[in-house]
């Protein structure tokens, strides 16, 4: 017991105000004028236990106000946060009733950093580091069951396919012509909206190879094609790619793709001020740089 920061809504010695979280939504039962001190009593609760446990703490101290205001505005778990850093999620963790759980943060058999689903139902993602959020939350990269993301995998053609007939709303009844598509497959209607507009190609008149994986380059020239389908503005000055240790050695069919890519800061390099054009794109690069896409359409 402690006796809070002289107010005058206090009536003398009582719980912290911390103390009196325990469930999800149990903020919407504290004084509106306390909200400062539960701020700052969060923030000692942080500190004192990431001290101990290791893990992000100034990017949770500077979120305080802002998880509080989100729980304060929204209902949990029916309404859904999808944190785009998911290590900014420890208040968030505090107000959904998690609070004792920080002893072991970050630990084996611990609750972990970041958003888990497994952990409570007010996780809406399974998230780690940044730039997800927006694929997920417009429904554009899905996980791959057993509530895994798989930001690590290799994109796949067909998978591929699927994203970007959402983000355009695109899939429709077109024909499908490719012998190694089944009609029945979640990504056939996609496949055959993208050979229709010309966004992905086939790698033949008769085969699309969903199940194969997709090098940077090929990721930059779907997206040049997509920009077109949208009429963008896809000039370039040809010069982009010279910046770049390995720019000559990108092939001459994704030259132009690659190039307008970079232009506009969909595409950046990798350490060693190179492209890597024939590296296999993860699902985590795809979601980082269909954000950067999405940015530009605005």
């Not at 923030?43 to 500077?62: A, E, M, P, Q, Y």
């Not at 944190?83 to 970050?106: A, E, N, P």
């Amino acid at each position: 017991m402690r006796r809070h920061r002289e107010c005058p809504w206090c009536d003398g010695d009582e719980k912290m105000y911390l103390e009196q979280i325990r469930n999800v939504n149990d903020i919407k039962n504290i004084d509106s004028r306390a909200y400062e001190e539960l701020a700052q009593e969060i923030r000692d609760f942080l500190i004192r236990k990431i001290s101990v446990t290791g893990g992000h703490l100034g990017s949770n101290l500077g979120a305080v106000e802002l998880t509080m205001a989100l729980h304060l505005a929204l209902r949990l778990p029916e309404d859904k946060i999808i944190w785009d850093v998911g290590h900014q999620s420890y208040t968030h963790k505090i107000l959904t009733g998690r609070k004792d759980g920080f002893d072991g943060l970050r630990q084996f058999r611990g609750m972990s950093g970041f958003p888990k689903r497994k952990e409570s139902n007010c996780d809406a993602f399974d998230t780690g580091h940044s730039s997800t959020s927006i694929s997920a939350g417009l429904g554009l990269v899905n996980g791959v069951g057993g509530n895994r993301f798989n930001h690590q995998g290799d994109m796949k053609r067909g998978d591929l396919a699927v994203i970007l007939a959402r983000l355009s709303n695109g899939a429709g009844d077109y024909p499908l012509t490719f012998t190694d598509v089944p009609a029945g497959k979640y990504y056939a209607g996609s496949i055959a909206w993208a050979a229709k507009t010309g966004v992905v190609t086939g790698r033949s008149d008769e085969l699309f190879m969903p199940e194969d994986t997709i090098t940077r380059a090929e990721l930059a020239v779907m997206l040049y094609r997509y920009a077109q389908l949208l009429k963008l503005d896809t000039a370039t000055s040809g010069g982009e790619l010279s910046a770049f240790a390995d720019g000559g050695s990108v092939a001459d069919w994704a030259a132009e793709g690659m190039s307008w890519c970079v232009k506009n800061g969909i595409l950046q390099g990798k350490n060693g001020g190179i492209l890597d054009p024939r590296t296999n794109v993860t699902r985590a690069e795809v979601s980082v740089m269909l954000q950067r896409f999405i940015n530009l359409m605005k």
